[in-house]
């Protein structure tokens, strides 16, 4: 029954007992941003365990309004637990999660080590919640940040109008390289901020110094047309993400689908501009009424009286949103469009978190 | 004669005679950087004359090391006056441009006001110089910032592979919007760095007051995905200049234009995202070959080793900087690149001055 996680040892026909939960990376920025997603949400889980690295160990966060303490990531941590969030690097989610698994735990993870394992559904709930279901290996992963923050929408489109090619751009907020992208944003606005810097060659440069943190070039000021690590025939890993995510949630292979991963100097939500292509022609009203109708996502277009999405707007909240909804001038079966989601939040946490409910569901089911 | 110019005035057959230059909207913020171009520039020129509205009227500036007064917009500024570069408002342009001519000048005009007139060249001289020839008006158009962020490195893809589409997203600078662009992008960050603002759904509005500036939005850990004003079917003005220029320059009237032009928090330096389609098969070999060579164009394409355009690094100075070229993966006749360019250089004086010095060339032409 190791495939299907611990469905044989939690009681079915509905008896009521919970099941456990555990969160492993509960430090982190996504972590920290889970815990306060799990004390929001309607509470389905008995037991949350928090788990994280030997280092955390030992410390207390809250969590559904109670203080619970750390446990670090051992073998023990899996005793009994139902189902276990994972929000950690790579290469310790593809040695600990099968760990998990064969403790009888459903894994949620939320790192790129699985995604795209044949074995190992890629899920978004408001698109294929069904794929959950099927999960041979006892994993399911929760798709890239940036993938996450278009695709709710691009799910409703499709679903109406057959997608055919995306090219997107995209607007990747400090957050999405983790808490130490945000400190060096901080760092780096606090260097340039009040100066006369930033018109100059280089002067931007000189101000933040050696220290780029995660970034491979300075943030404030700028933008850094570089995310994720090089790639064959100069892709970085993260475009092709955006490519191979896109084509697996949608069910897509053949799809289309170029990227040009850019970061930005916003703390958290990435916004994307899409240009979309589909088998049949669109309108701006049909798409309007879609997107209007779609669950998880919130239509914001009316740009002549300032209504647009922005992150300043998005971060915080649930929903993916979109606006400057536009067809094509040379082409019927296309639409521009600007998203933006909470990279932290849908991009991460939330989408994670709603993953693990419908394995709840299905593990409580009469 | 008038269409001409003042070609007649001119001493034709070399005999040395400099012509006389005005630059009218001296004191803004195109005009400011314009001063110190005719300043590290080749100096063809005689007089030079500074010409601003009545309130700038009187205030002294530096140009080619002289302290030069500026003298108040009128008919008679314009007396003697061979060449006449306009950076001014729209309405501006529309009043004086005609005036300028009837008086004997040849008008280089950066306002959008004669772009897309069919007697009013659009020139970018690596591009299309010759067009600077035919100007039924005396009036020749310098192409919007965002264009000519682009237009060099595409022109020289399009006179090898035939250029069918573009789809750009841009990352537009503060200074597009002018000098008050600036001011508020500057006054914003001093109202969010050194806090904790930004993480929130409406810190940063709350944060940074009810004075947007030009921007119709926060700008400072924001993007808007707003420039312009409304045209017809949520296009916003900005947009739509993309499209029709870009189609302009290049001689290409079908040519299938798609932009969604982005402000982010950078001061200058205008950056796009472009997929562009051709008639013909790309490789990335042939496009890097080509853009090496291209006057106007720096290649900056080592990603692995941080080698990428940024605004940072492409401030101040004058040529097209591009980089992150690719071919799609899925279309052999496609390419993704990302270019950066000064929009207050090439993407405003230093274009301005360009076309200045071909017709100062050929007005001298022996």
């Known amino acids: 029954m190791t495939g299907a996680g611990s469905a044989a040892r939690v009681p079915s026909g509905g008896t009521g007992r919970r099941p456990t939960l555990a969160v492993v ?10 815990l306060g997603i799990l004390s929001q949400r309607a509470d389905v889980w008995g037991e949350v365990r928090l788990v994280a690295s030997a280092r955390s160990a030992g410390r207390k966060l809250i969590v559904r309004g109670a203080e619970t303490e750390v446990v670090a990531l051992s ?24 760990v998990a698994v064969a403790k009888g735990a459903v894994v949620v993870d939320n790192s790129g080590a699985f995604r795209m394992d044949p074995d190992v559904p890629l ?5 294929n919640a069904h794929a959950a279901r099927v999960r041979p290996r006892g994993i399911i992963s929760n798709p890239n940040c940036t993938t996450l923050s278009m695709i709710v929408a691009m799910g409703a489109l499709h679903a109406e109008f057959g997608l055919s090619e995306l090219i997107v751009a995209s607007y990747q907020a400090a957050s999405g390289a983790g808490q130490a992208g945000v400190a060096t944003l901080r760092a780096q606005l606090a260097a340039v901020a009040g100066t006369d810097l930033g018109e100059k060659p280089g002067d931007v440069r000189r101000a933040v110094g050696d220290d780029l943190g995660p970034f491979p070039a300075p943030l404030a000021l700028n933008v850094v047309p570089w995310a994720g690590s ?33 970061r930005v100097p916003v703390l958290t939500t990435h916004s994307l501009a899409v240009h979309a292509r589909f ?12 997107l209007a109708n779609a669950p998880g996502v919130v239509l914001v277009d009316d740009p002549g009286e300032g209504e647009f999405p922005t992150p300043a707007d998005a971060v915080g909240t649930d929903p993916t ?5 536009r067809r094509s001038l040379d082409d019927p079966n296309a639409l521009e469009l600007f998203v933006c989601g909470d990279n932290l939040r849908k991009g991460a946490a939330l989408n994670t978190a709603q993953i693990a409910e419908v394995v709840a569901a299905e593990l409580t089911a009469p």
């Open 321 to 325: 949103w979109v606006g400057r909804v």
């Open 230 to 262: 090089p790639r064959e025939a100069g892709w970085s890993s993260e475009e092709l993400k955006v490519r191979d995510e896109s084509r697996k949630i949608l069910g897509l292979p053949e799809l289309r689908v170029s990227a040009t991963c850019v």
């Open 75 to 98: 073998e023990e941590a899996f005793e009994g637990v139902d189902v276990a969030m994972f929000d950690v690097p790579d290469e310790v989610a593809a040695q600990w999660a099968p």
């Open 25 to 34: 990376g509960a430090t982190g920025a996504v972590g920290t941003v889970l």
């Open 123 to 127: 899920v978004v709930p408001e698109v």
């Open 279 to 290: 088998e049949n022609e669109v309108t701006v009203e049909q798409a309007h009424e879609i």
